[in-house]
């Protein structure tokens, strides 16, 4: 069993994005990525089968998907999609997310 403090990892980038591994093996990989207000974590997708999750545990901001398609994001939401389907995220304010992608990538 492994315990995370996410408190410890609240840090952010002057540029944009702060990006922190929290675990990865075989099975699932977690990832933090603290981005200051305005930044943008580019709509992209991977060529690949699995699922992903991101959580958002601080701030606001959007879940991002293909086609400018765009859904409100703040603390306690989370999204679901297929590895394939695109996703990004832009942060109206300081906001933290929680991603995992299963399998690693």
Request: net charge negative.
């Amino acid at each position: 069993m492994k315990k995370l403090d996410l408190d410890t990892t609240r840090e952010f980038n002057p540029l944009g994005m702060k990006t922190i591994l929290l675990h990865d093996s075989e099975h699932f990989k977690i990832i933090n990525f603290n981005l200051q207000a305005g930044a943008l974590f580019p709509v992209h997708s991977h060529d690949l089968d699995g699922q992903l999750s991101i959580l958002v545990i601080e701030g606001e901001g959007e879940f991002l998907a293909d086609n400018d398609e765009s859904m409100p994001a703040k603390t306690g939401d989370m999204l679901i999609s297929d590895i394939r389907e695109p996703h990004g995220v832009r942060a109206t304010t300081d906001m933290r997310i929680v991603v995992t992608i299963a399998p690693p990538i």
